[in-house]
């Protein structure tokens, strides 16, 4: 796939976007479920979908996937730092998305980013792909958009560092907003991927 979007289209993972278990069913003709919940929310989400044979297993230490029998996927959007690393930690999830979306706090040794090198590596034993949300940086105002960029420049150095796959998307509800492999991969780019990274961020 070369995309993942809110609403289907060819050659692009479509995730439904659920906030309760309520919005959750099993016979969905999406690819896959985002959820954008708290976190207790989003453990009954999963729960509820492992119980109907949707969501997947946790990998192997060795990395390797065990897919679930429908083959839907799911994504979780991500929240504070320690959201996100009981996130990766402790629930069965193929994607973590925008973890550096929060308010938070700079250090005066690094910025706080959502994730660490400690989240990034264990994402990476537990198959969990980082995933920029394209169309939401693109909405934001000058110095918000310029302040998450350096955040996710910091993301990209932790990933690649620890090994973690961290891919650019779309994330968009309609197709006249979704942007192209070529302008997702050129965003790479600017935020210090190299060519080979930057190119795997746009396959999915």
Avoid: W
């Avoid at 105002?141 to 560092?161: D, G, P, S, Y």
């Amino acid at each position: 796939m070369k995309d993942i979007n809110l609403f289907q289209t060819k050659d692009s993972i479509y995730l439904k976007k659920v906030k309760s278990k309520t919005e959750v069913s099993k016979d969905d003709s999406c690819d896959g479920f985002l959820i954008d919940s708290s976190e207790k929310e989003a453990r009954r989400i999963i729960e509820s979908l492992k119980g109907s044979g949707v969501a997947r297993d946790i990998p192997s230490k060795l990395g390797t996937r065990v897919p679930s029998s429908s083959g839907k996927k799911i994504a979780i959007a991500g929240g504070d730092d320690a959201f996100n690393r009981r996130v990766v930690e402790t629930l069965k999830i193929d994607y973590l998305i925008s973890p550096e979306r929060e308010v938070k706090k700079d250090n005066l040794k690094q910025r706080d980013s959502g994730i660490n090198h400690v989240v990034a590596k264990e994402a990476a034993k537990r198959g969990i792909v980082i995933i920029i949300n394209f169309n939401e940086i693109q909405k934001l105002k000058t110095k918000e958009k310029a302040l998450r960029i350096r955040r996710l420049i910091q993301n990209v150095k932790i990933c690649r560092k620890a090994g973690c796959d961290i891919k650019i998307a779309s994330l968009t509800s309609n197709q006249k907003s979704s942007t192209d492999e070529r302008g997702r991969k050129s965003f790479g780019v600017s935020l210090g991927m190299s060519s080979g990274q930057a190119t795997k961020s746009v396959q999915f």
